[in-house]
Each structure stands twice: as C-alpha cells, then as structure tokens.
C-alpha cells in the first residue's frame, strides 16, 4: 500500500529511472521551448516579419530589464537570465491547460531551480573576478562573518524554491477549490487571477536571480575600485 502511494504520480520508468507526471511535462515545456527557438533563428531577416518582431521584442525587453540592474554585464546574463524568465513563464501557464499541472508546483522542480540559480551566482562570480577575488568578498568585511555569509548563500537558495512552489501549488489549489464550490460560474476570474500571478512568480524568481548574481559580480568590481582610491 505505501509503496503504490509512493508511486501514485509515476507514469512510466525504466528500470531504477522513474519518470512523473512533473518530468513529462516540464521536458515538454523544453523541448516547445527549444522548437520555438529554432524556428525563430532560422530565417533572421533584416527586414523582420510579425514573428520576427515580436520574438526581438522580447529579448530587447529581457535585456533592458538586466540591464537595469547589472549594466555593465546585460549581454553576459542574457542567455540565462532570459531562458529562466521564458522556461518559468511557460512552466508556471501549463497549468491552465485541462489536465496538466505546472512543473513548478513540484519541489522538487524548484529546488533545481534554485540550486542551478546558486551555482550560476559562483560561477559568473568567478569568471569575472577570478577565483582568488571572489573568494575573497567571503572574509569581508571581517573574516568573523564568514560562517554567516556561507548561510545566507543556504537560506536564501531554499527560500527562492520554496516561495515559487508554495505559490504555484496554493494557486492551483485554490483555483481547484474555487471551481468545486462555484463550479464554472467564475472561470474568467480563475484564469485571469492564474495568469497574472503566473507572471509575477516568474518576474521574481528571475528578477531574485539576476540580483544574486549581480550582487556576487558588483560587490568584487566595487572592492576593486575602492583599493586604487584607497592606496592613493
């Protein structure tokens, strides 16, 4: 009995590999985004059509928004910042559709999430500083607060999983509960309170990621401006 409640939401496996319900859908949400993608570069003309238009559109918005917070690095966070705002958007919609839920109503897709968010802050950090430099913003402004920063770097990663999954889950959820109670007297409102909440889940949990990750870059290139003024 335990082990079929174990198992409820399996689909299929191979062998040890189980595969959910979540990990089809959100490699379907991948592989759309990958089409769409390869559809959009195909034909790049300089005299662009409405799909053309409206796919630079929002890559021009994607980077104005990173722009705005690390300047000088929009061009270098584009690729991973405007994949994260595209996949979580999509991923967070899915759910509208009758009889799929949202990959990131599962923890577990969060917290991958989050923890690809948390190697990416160490590894810009790193390419740009190098690894001495940005190692060494750990031990400041006091090697003291080491240990401190070290758990911040761990509480702010769970918090930025389990705030997206907490409000994709009670979201759905409540539009569940509301449409037992009302039936389909009230769908517009359901939808439209899913959609607009879908997108500002999406907006923070990107908008979160690029602060961390400029905040791990900026914080090294302003310690590099102080220690020039600082030795004149």
Same mark, same amino acid.
């Given at each position: 009995?335990?082990?079929?409640?174990?198992?409820?939401?399996?689909?299929?496996?191979?062998?040890?590999?189980?595969i959910s319900e979540t990990t089809l859908t959100g490699w379907g949400v991948l592989l759309a985004l990958a089409g769409v993608s390869a559809v959009a570069t195909r034909r790049l003309r300089?005299?662009?059509?409405?799909?053309?238009?409206?796919?630079?559109?929002?890559?021009?918005?994607?980077?104005?928004?990173?722009r705005a917070v690390a300047p000088q690095h929009a061009r270098l966070l584009l690729p991973f910042i405007g994949t994260l705002w595209v996949f979580l958007v999509v991923a967070n919609l899915?759910?509208?559709? @009758?009889? #799929?839920?949202?990959?990131?109503?599962?923890?577990?897709? =969060?917290?991958? &999430? !989050? $923890?690809? %968010?948390? +190697?990416?802050?160490?590894?810009?950090?790193?390419?740009?500083?190098?690894?001495?430099?940005?190692?060494?913003?750990?031990?400041?402004?006091? @090697?003291? #607060?080491?240990?401190?920063?070290?758990?911040?770097?761990? =509480?702010?990663? &769970? !918090? $930025?999983? %389990?705030? +997206?999954?907490?409000?994709?889950?009670?979201?759905?959820?409540?539009?569940?509960?509301?449409?037992?109670?009302?039936?389909?007297?009230?769908?517009?409102?359901?939808?439209?309170?899913?959609?607009?909440?879908?997108?500002?889940?999406?907006?923070?949990?990107?908008?979160?990621?690029?602060?961390?990750?400029?905040?791990?870059?900026?914080?090294?290139?302003?310690?590099?401006?102080?220690?020039?003024?600082?030795?004149?």
């Open positions: 009995m335990a082990q079929q409640e174990l198992t409820a939401g399996v689909l299929f496996s191979f062998g040890p590999l189980e300089l005299e662009p059509g409405a799909f053309q238009t409206a796919i630079e559109g929002i890559v021009s918005v994607l980077e104005d928004a990173i899915v759910g509208l559709i @009758p009889g #799929l839920h949202s990959p990131t109503g599962d923890l577990s897709v =969060t917290a991958a &999430l !989050a $923890l690809l %968010v948390f +190697l990416s802050v160490h590894w810009y950090g790193i390419r740009i500083n190098g690894l001495r430099r940005y190692l060494r913003h750990y031990l400041l402004p006091n @090697p003291v #607060l080491l240990p401190f920063h070290l758990i911040s770097e761990i =509480t702010r990663t &769970l !918090a $930025l999983a %389990v705030r +997206l999954f907490g409000n994709i889950m009670s979201l759905e959820m409540a539009a569940l509960l509301v449409l037992l109670v009302a039936g389909f007297l009230a769908p517009v409102p359901i939808l439209m309170l899913h959609i607009v909440e879908a997108l500002v889940q999406a907006y923070i949990f990107g908008m979160l990621a690029l602060v961390y990750i400029a905040g791990g870059i900026q914080a090294q290139e302003l310690k590099q401006q102080k220690d020039p003024e600082e030795r004149s």
